[in-house]
Structure formats: C-alpha cells, structure tokens
C-alpha cells in the first residue's frame, strides 16, 4: 500500500510556476484585447506595468519581470512605447508559433504591419521602413505571410486603388473601411437615411406629454355645399354652385404651413418630472427593433448613433436636455416630423385663403389645446382684440 507521501504531487519548480502564472496573464491581457473599445471607437489597447499588476496574477513588479520575459521570448507579448513607459499587448497563440518559423526578414515585414495596427500599410510604405531588406524580398513576404494567415488585404474607402495590410486578427479602422454606413467601401445613404429618421420617430414618441383629452380635434371638415336651385327660363333641377363668397374666394394665394395637430400642439414635461432618451437608449432601440437588417444591427455601436445624434442636433431636428439623474437625453425640437425615406412633400404648400384661414383660431397653430379653462382660451386670447380692432 502506498504512503501518503508517494501519493503526495511533486512540487513545481520556480521556473514551471512563472510558466503557468505568466500564462494565466496572457490569457487575461488577450480577453481583454479582444473586448476592448475606447468612445471614439478605437480598438487598440496596450498595458502598463501597472495594468498588469492589476490583474492580480502577481503581486510585485519583481515577480513580474520574469512572466513578461517568457511571455516576449515566446512572442506571446508585444513591447511598444506609450508616452516615454515602456507597455505591452498580447499576441494570439496561433501568430505565436507562426512568428517563431519566420526568418529575419520575413519577421521584419511583420513587425512593420504589426505596428501599423488597425489602420494598415501599404506594400510602397513598408518597402520604405523596411530598411535592409531588399524589395523582391518584401513582396515576397508579404505574399507568404497573407497565404499562411499572417496578415489581410482590405480595401479602403479613402484609397480603394490601393491594398491594405493589417494583422489578420484584428478590425480595420472607421477610417480603413468606414463605419456601418458604408457597404462593400461605399457610403450606404439608404441606411444612413433611414437610420436618422428612425432616431427622429423615437425620440419625438418620447419627447412630448398628452395632449388634453378634451379638446376639439379630429374633426372632418365638411365638403362644401353644392345645392339644388331652380331659375327661372332653367331646367328644373339643374345643378348649379352656390353664389361666389369669401368661402369660395380661391384666388388668393398665399405660403401656408401646413397645421398637424401631432405636430405644433406638443406640451413640455415638467422640469425634473421626465427621463429623455440617452444615446444608449436610442441605441438599444435600433439594434432590437425590426427596422433594420440583423446584420447592420450587429455592427452599429453607440459612438456611431452620438455621431447621428449630433448630425441632428446641428440640422436642428434635436436638442440637447439634462436628464434628472446628470446623463444627457435628446428630445426633438418642437414642430419636427417623422418623414419615411424617400418622401418628397415639402411643409409649405400654395393654398386658399379662406374666411376660416383669415381668422385667428384658423391659423392658430395650438387650436386643439383651446377650450375654456384650457391653457389657451378664447376669453383670454390675445388675437381676437387685434383682429377686431378696426384699422
């Protein structure tokens, strides 16, 4: 039977316990690589010494040292300069080994790509930073890094002409192949369209209060009267319009709004009493909504819809409103309309001037709120004592 101490595991060595911690570490530093993106979109993350003592695998910069050492010799680890300190990145394990067979050029060309990041090189600039290695050996390396899985060639908006390498694990840039508003290296202005109206119809359904119940809304307007007369000499029965009055006078023409209730009769929320939409939330509405393709849904991000945000903000469609809890929400500008793509109707139109249109409560954009009582009235209204007032 054997004894305890047999049965007991051997102890690792000092060397084999830094191999095991340095490759926790790296598994940490990757995972967040590959989840990291700053507000303005960017991807690239790098790590201090100090981030890496925060990831709680050691505990001193002394014990440190060593995985860092393991991790560069094994190429799992990048060491680039951020701000004069020295920082590091992780590489994906399969670019690990592939690094390893690569000879002196060929590691050079690499190294180059590689920190070109997201944003990419062209053949013609790496040939000018790879100094000491001769041109047909760039192009070949470039050639046998692309077909082993290295690095890719994307195409990008600014110079489509042009191929771009990057590192085959990582995401161009928004300035590479733009944002999700550009499909295949083209601007997609349907989506990008579509999209502004779709953040305009939600903001508007959450911007504004209920309009008073009790007003006069709705109401059809009654076709004008055509009557039956007799005349004298005429055919009895025979069809004939009215005599001409100011209801019928359609010749005076003039540049009308056209009045929607929905519209021009928006009561504000009072101060402190409601939540407007965040740049989140209208995010979170798009990428769930039916609205859009799942596929464009998956890529928008929240930097890309402030960026829509902000468009509409300088066309003055919204408007900026501090929200009771500090954040910033958006509520549109009283009067603006939700317009499907593709409509083509402008909010001016020719009419005739009628006598109801000559009248105030005619033109009154907030006539549906006006009864007695109601925040607009008839017994204070400020516009009956100048329309009666003679000249």
């Excluded at 369209?193 to 209920?210: A, C, K, M, P, Y």
């Excluded at 069809?239 to 021009?264: C, M, Y």
Aim: hydrophobic content about 35%.
């Amino acid at each position: 039977m054997a004894t305890p101490d047999a049965e007991a595991k051997p102890e690792l060595s000092e060397k084999q316990k830094n191999i095991n911690l340095a490759e926790a570490l790296h598994k940490i530093v990757a995972d967040a690589q590959a989840n990291y993106i700053d507000d303005a979109g960017k991807r690239s993350k790098t790590f201090t010494q100090d981030d890496l003592l925060a990831t709680g695998i050691v505990s001193s910069a002394k014990e440190l040292m060593p995985l860092i050492a393991h991790l560069s010799k094994e190429n799992l680890f990048r060491t680039v300069k951020q701000q004069g300190r020295l920082a590091w990145n992780a590489r994906p394990r399969d670019a690990a080994r592939q690094i390893t067979a690569l000879d002196r050029d060929e590691r050079a060309v690499y190294v180059i790509v590689e920190e070109a990041h997201d944003r990419g090189i062209w053949v013609k600039e790496i040939k000018k930073k790879a100094q000491g290695v001769a041109q047909q050996s760039v192009q070949k390396a470039v050639n046998k890094m692309e077909k082993a899985n290295l690095i890719k060639s994307v195409k990008s908006v600014r110079h489509p002409t042009q191929k771009t390498y990057m590192l085959s694990h990582l995401v161009p840039s928004e300035d590479v192949i733009g944002n999700s508003f550009f499909d295949a290296g083209d601007l997609d202005e349907s989506f990008r369209d579509e999209l502004l109206n779709l953040i305009v119809f939600h903001v508007r359904q959450t911007s504004w209060g209920d309009k008073d119940k009790d007003a006069k809304k709705g109401k059809k307007k009654e076709k004008q009267a055509v009557v039956n007369v007799e005349d004298d000499g005429d055919a009895a029965g025979k069809k004939r319009k009215r005599i001409t009055d100011i209801e019928d006078a359609g010749n005076l023409k003039r540049r009308s709004v056209k009045l929607d209730p929905e519209v021009f009769s928006q009561t504000i929320y009072r101060a402190g009493t409601h939540t407007y939409p965040t740049a989140e939330n209208i995010h979170n509405f798009l990428v769930t909504s039916n609205a859009i393709k799942p596929t464009k849904a998956a890529s928008l991000t929240v930097h890309e819809i402030q960026g829509c945000i902000d468009v509409l903000c300088w066309d003055e469609k919204l408007e900026k409103i501090m929200n009771g809890e500090g954040t910033w929400g958006y509520r549109t500008v009283r009067g603006v309309t939700f317009k499907p793509p593709g409509a083509t109707y402008d909010d001016y139109e020719e009419v005739a001037g009628t006598g109801l249109t000559q009248a105030p409560c005619g033109r009154c954009p907030v006539h549906d709120l006006c009864h007695e009582g109601g925040p607009v009235n008839p017994q204070d209204c400020i516009y009956f004592e100048q329309w009666l007032r003679p000249p």
